[in-house]
């Protein structure tokens, strides 16, 4: 009687995980599907705008910091995105 009792706990329980790993999944794909009708991959166009950009930012700061320093920023500010892209990512994913 009592084991019976747990065996339908236990299938009970390995429904409601499964029931919550499915609505999470549902949830992640509604989500992802909201992001991308409001906010849309950049084009190309745009991100060679932004290439010009950085290209005249880096060109102008090469001789008001000097290279080594210009570079010493550069591989903190590089740093500083790809951690930000990793949080975000794992963010998303969770």
């Known amino acids: 009687m009592m084991s019976s009792r747990l065996a339908v706990l236990a299938e009970r329980k390995a429904l409601l995980v499964t029931r919550a790993q499915l609505d999470r999944t549902r949830l992640s794909l509604a989500v992802r599907q909201v992001r991308s009708i409001i906010r849309p991959t950049p084009d190309l ?5 932004a290439r010009r950009t950085a290209a005249t ?3 102008l700061a090469v001789p008001l910091l000097g290279m080594r320093r210009l570079g010493r920023w550069l591989r903190g500010a590089s740093f500083a995105i790809a951690a930000y892209r990793v949080y975000r990512n794992w963010r998303s994913i969770a």
Not at 45 to 49: D, K, S, V
């Open 57 to 59: 930012l880096v060109g």
């Open 45 to 49: 166009a745009r991100r060679q705008g």
